[in-house]
C-alpha cells in the first residue's frame, strides 16, 4: 500500500510523522512531491521517503493520494492531476479546509473514492483528532484503508461537512487553548514558588491524565469534577473562583469568535 502526499507543508509533514512514528506506513511507501524542490527534496531525503517528480507522479505512483496544498491552489491543482485518476482504482483524501466533496467531485469526477478529512496537529505523535467525510463512491474496505490512515495517527469522527467549521474551532484550534490553559497553570504555579518547567510537566500530565480519564470513563466531565470536590474544600474555592472571572463564557466565547472567522466573519 503506498500513500503519496501533494503538498508537503507543516500539516502533511506531521501526518507523515505520526505514520512514521506508529509504523503505519514505511517511509519507502510514502510518496511526496511540492512545487518547491528545494523544500520536498532535502525532507524525503531526510525522512528515507520516495521523491516524485511532478504531482501527477504521486497519484500513478500511489493508491491513497493526500491532497495537502494550501485551499487557494487546491482546485488547480486537482484539475492538474485529474486525468492521473482516470486511471486505476485510488482513493483521493482531501486535507485543505474548506474545499468539499462536491468541489473535488466537479474537477476528478463522481466515480473517485474522496474523503474529506480535517486533522489536527497532534497526529504528527500519533495522538490527533480527524473528522472524516465520504462521498458515494467511498466505501466497504476502500473506506475502511482511507480512515485508518487517521485511525493510526489518533482517533477520527465521521461528520457531516457542515459541521466541518464547530470541529475546526474544537479540535484544530483548541490545542492552542489547552496550551494556553497549562501555561496559565503553570504560571500560577511560579507564583508560589515553583521553578517554571517543574510547573509546566506537572500542569501539562495533570491535563493528559484528564483528558485520558474522561475518555476512559462513562461519566460526564461535570461528575469527574464532583469526585474531586469535597464539600468546603479548596477545589470547590478554586472552581468558583474561575467561574467569578467568567472562566466557562471566555471559553465559549473562544470557541464561538474561533468558528465566526473560520467561517469567513470578524471575530
Given at each position: ?31 511526496v ?15 528515507g521517503?520516495?521523491?516524485a517528480?511532478?504531482?501527477?507522479a ?17 482546485q488547480?491543482?486537482l ?7 482516470e ?27 474522496t474523503?474529506?478529512t ?17 462521498n458515494?463512491a ?15 495517527i ?16 474544537l ?14 497553570l ?15 510537566k ?15 470513563s462513562?461519566q ?22 474561575m467561574?467569578e ?10 470557541i464561538d469568535a ?10
Amino acid at each position: 500500500m503506498k500513500i503519496g502526499f501533494i503538498g508537503v507543508g507543516g500539516m502533511a509533514q506531521a501526518i507523515i510523522a505520526g505514520l512514521l512514528k506508529t509504523k503505519a506506513f514505511t517511509p519507502e511507501d510514502i510518496v511526496v512531491h511540492s512545487r518547491r524542490s528545494e523544500v520536498y527534496e532535502p525532507y524525503a531525503q531526510q525522512n528515507g521517503l520516495v521523491a516524485a517528480a511532478s504531482n501527477e507522479a504521486v497519484v500513478t505512483a500511489s493508491d491513497l493520494v493526500v491532497l495537502a496544498v494550501t485551499p487557494n491552489v487546491a482546485q488547480d491543482v486537482l484539475e492538474g492531476v485529474q486525468p492521473a485518476f482516470e486511471n486505476g482504482n485510488r482513493t483521493l483524501i482531501s486535507i485543505v479546509a474548506g474545499l468539499s466533496l462536491e468541489e473535488m467531485a466537479n474537477i476528478v469526477g463522481q466515480q473517485v473514492p474522496t474523503l474529506r478529512t480535517l486533522p489536527n496537529l497532534n497526529v504528527a505523535i500519533g495522538a490527533g483528532m480527524t473528522a472524516v467525510a465520504a462521498n458515494a463512491a467511498l466505501t466497504g474496505d476502500d473506506l475502511a484503508t482511507a480512515q485508518n490512515v487517521f485511525e493510526a495517527i489518533g482517533s477520527t469522527t465521521v461528520l457531516a461537512e457542515d459541521q466541518f467549521g464547530v470541529f475546526s474551532a474544537l479540535a484544530g484550534s483548541s490545542p492552542a487553548f489547552i496550551d494556553f490553559f497549562i501555561d496559565s497553570l503553570s504560571r500560577a504555579a511560579v507564583k508560589h514558588g515553583l521553578s517554571k518547567d517543574q510547573a509546566t510537566k506537572i500542569a501539562a500530565q495533570a491535563t493528559l491524565g484528564s483528558a485520558q480519564m474522561v475518555l476512559a470513563s462513562d461519566q460526564i466531565p461535570f461528575d469527574l469534577i464532583d469526585q474531586v470536590s469535597s464539600p468546603g474544600g479548596s477545589t470547590v474555592a478554586g472552581l468558583l473562583a474561575m467561574e467569578e472571572a467568567g472562566f466557562m463564557t471566555s471559553v465559549v466565547k473562544g470557541i464561538d469568535a474561533t468558528i465566526k472567522r473560520d467561517a469567513g466573519g470578524p471575530a
